[in-house]
């Protein structure tokens, strides 16, 4: 099952709509301030999960000047969910500034809320704290970063990269809940999960394959290896440790659902696209605008930086497709 329970992007938000990209640095941890548990009362339109909110104060419009990257609550059942609002690589407007910059910007951090009660139910706070454990541990996972590059509001306050909160730990303190003990949870959920290998496939040195140029380095694992997973990266591949070794492999290779895939677009223009040779690229091809292709990789170094490796109708392919 996803980390991720439900999408509702915040569209109609005006830092949704300023859409500037980021390379996320870490994680910012929040809490509403707000006796109210439930997802709605932030998220709309009702999915027929989280419930309708009546008032029409959520952040789903364009008067809103605050904005996150999810939040954890009750949907109208009262199950606990962690609903994603913006895409995890556009800056959001959650943390505010200090004297040193913003954890929104420089350096920007993905950041999320959970939505508080009243503060006096231990139950409902572990359930959302649990839930959050698990959120920062896929964060850190897909994004390659440390359970040390999360930080509440009140410490990027202290740190000068925040306003001058105090979340969550006015909700935590009460039932003995710290950030040093929220980020040895994040820790312990790393340890790594072990998968084997679905066939045989190769462990790349490096997180791209460019057998024409030769500037990527493999080894074989052979079908039923075990591998401790470290990261999926979002785009179809894994980092995973074996024989205290970091390598990469394509997650289609891999006994474990829920991994991404490779994405698809859609070309904007006609490319040439050149059938992979040893050493060298092959016979070209023209693909046409408008067609589709799974990007594979993209190449980050050495002779053939910035071609794609894409597969089209089954076919592969070396395109420049930017």
């Known amino acids: 099952m996803s980390v991720i329970d439900g999408k509702i992007l915040l569209k109609n938000n005006p830092c949704f709509k300023s859409n500037q990209h980021m390379t996320p640095k870490g994680i910012v941890v ?7 548990p439930y997802i709605k009362r932030y998220v709309q339109p009702d999915d027929g999960v989280i419930g309708k909110n009546l008032y029409g104060n959520d952040w789903n419009n364009p008067s809103t000047e605050v904005c996150v990257h999810g939040f954890i609550g009750k949907d109208k059942l009262g199950n606990v969910r962690f609903y994603q609002t913006l895409p995890f690589d556009i800056c959001c407007w959650g943390v505010g500034g200090g004297a040193n910059g913003s954890y929104n910007y420089d350096p920007p951090y993905i950041q999320f809320e959970m939505c508080e009660d009243s503060l006096n139910d231990k139950a409902y706070c572990m359930n959302v704290y649990n839930k959050a454990v698990e959120v920062c541990a896929y964060l850190c996972k897909r994004y390659g970063f440390s359970p040390d590059n999360i930080v509440s509001h009140r410490e990027a306050y202290e740190k000068g990269y925040g306003s001058g909160h105090v979340d969550p730990h006015n909700w935590w303190d009460r039932f003995g809940l710290t950030m040093y003990g929220f980020r ?10 072990k998968v084997k290998t679905k066939r045989d496939c190769r462990l790349y040195s490096r997180p791209y394959k460019d057998p024409v140029g030769g500037t990527v380095s493999y080894i074989a694992a052979k079908k039923g290896a075990v591998v401790r997973l470290a990261g999926d990266d979002g785009y179809g591949w894994s980092k995973v440790l074996c024989g205290g070794k970091t390598y990469y492999v394509m997650n289609n290779n891999l006994c474990k ?17 050149y059938e992979p040779m040893k050493k060298r690229l092959g016979k070209k091809h023209t693909i ?11 190449i980050l170094s050495g002779k053939y930086e910035g071609y794609s490796y894409i597969k089209r109708n089954g076919k592969y392919y070396y395109a420049r497709i930017n």
């Open 30 to 36: 929040h809490s509403t301030g707000a006796d109210n």
């Open 184 to 193: 040895n949870a994040v820790r312990a959920k790393l340890s790594g999960e």
């Open 257 to 273: 659902k829920g991994l991404s895939k490779c994405p698809k677009v859609r070309l904007t223009r006609d490319i040439s696209a």
């Open 288 to 298: 046409k605008k408008g067609k589709k292709a799974a990007v594979i990789c993209t």
